[in-house]
């Protein structure tokens, strides 16, 4: 039996990940973090209905509150904005300092745990709005480092399968796959409606409004 670990955040991208390892016939160990973020409880209650359907092996939840004492982010710091005018030039205020690279290393040490050949990661450059650890020479220099870093015997492929995909296509194959988007969640505000305003609300919507498909979680009106 092959084994991957996958980050699922509750977004759709992780999901859709997540789905794609399971079709390529690895069994899936589901992995999330809780680091403080603003809609916390919301992306944890997705990741456990994702993980549920999936049917996964094993399921993990970290907490990392340590990011909130960092700071430098609208994600965990109250005292900073979310965004809501549209994408900004440069790194933008909600990137979260080398979020995916703590996040790889401790998907690295389950990996080893378990005997995983691989680890998903639902990383998009598209959607990255600027985030310097979404991106694929980023990713693939993490993999040469982990495997230099771990047991001879530890051969991981990280996988990244939707890194240059747009909105609308992850929007498509999600639905061809059957992943259940109305479990998902993107909003960087609000944890009972989107906001539609945010960044990764309007980059969702827009995924959503180009595929011709009606987003099937709840906007403010």
Same mark, same amino acid.
Request: proline letters at 3%.
């Given at each position: ?12 991208? #992780?999901? +859709? ?9 690895? #069994? ?25 359907? +999936?049917g996964c092996i094993e399921s993990y939840e970290i907490e *990392? =509150? ?7 982010? $609208?994600?965990?710091? =109250? ?22 690279g703590i996040f790889i290393s401790i998907a690295t040490a *389950? ?6 050949? $691989?680890?998903?990661?639902? @990383? ?7 985030? &310097? =650890? ?10 040469? #480092?982990?495997? *230099? ?6 051969? +991981?492929?990280?996988?990244? &399968? +939707? ?7 992850? @929007?498509?194959?999600? @639905?061809?796959?059957?992943?259940? *988007? ?17 960044? #990764? ?9 180009? $595929?011709?498909?009606?987003? &099937? ?5």
């Amino acid at each position: 039996m092959k084994k991957a670990v996958c980050i699922i955040s509750g977004g759709m991208d #992780s999901a +859709l990940g997540a789905k794609i390892a399971q079709n390529e016939g690895y #069994s899936i160990i589901a992995l999330h973090f809780n680091y403080g973020q603003r809609t916390e409880k919301k992306e944890l209650d997705s990741f456990r209905k994702i993980s549920k359907k +999936l049917g996964c092996i094993e399921s993990y939840e970290i907490e *990392l =509150d340590f990011f909130k004492q960092i700071g430098a982010s $609208a994600l965990v710091d =109250d005292s900073l904005e979310i965004p809501i005018n549209g994408i900004e030039e440069g790194v933008p205020i909600t990137y979260v300092p080398f979020r995916n690279g703590i996040f790889i290393s401790i998907a690295t040490a *389950l990996a080893e745990k378990h005997g995983a050949e $691989a680890l998903f990661i639902g @990383v998009v450059e598209e959607d990255s709005s600027g985030y &310097p =650890d979404c991106r694929d020479t980023y990713i693939e220099s993490m993999e040469e #480092s982990i495997n *230099l870093g771990t047991k001879d015997e530890t051969k +991981l492929k990280i996988k990244m &399968p +939707l890194v240059h995909m747009k909105k609308s296509e992850i @929007v498509l194959k999600s @639905v061809e796959l059957s992943v259940p *988007l109305e479990d998902t969640w993107s909003c960087y505000k609000n944890e009972d409606e989107a906001c539609g305003i945010c960044d #990764s609300c309007r980059l969702r919507l827009n995924g959503f409004e180009k $595929a011709g498909i009606v987003d &099937p979680i709840r906007y403010i009106k």
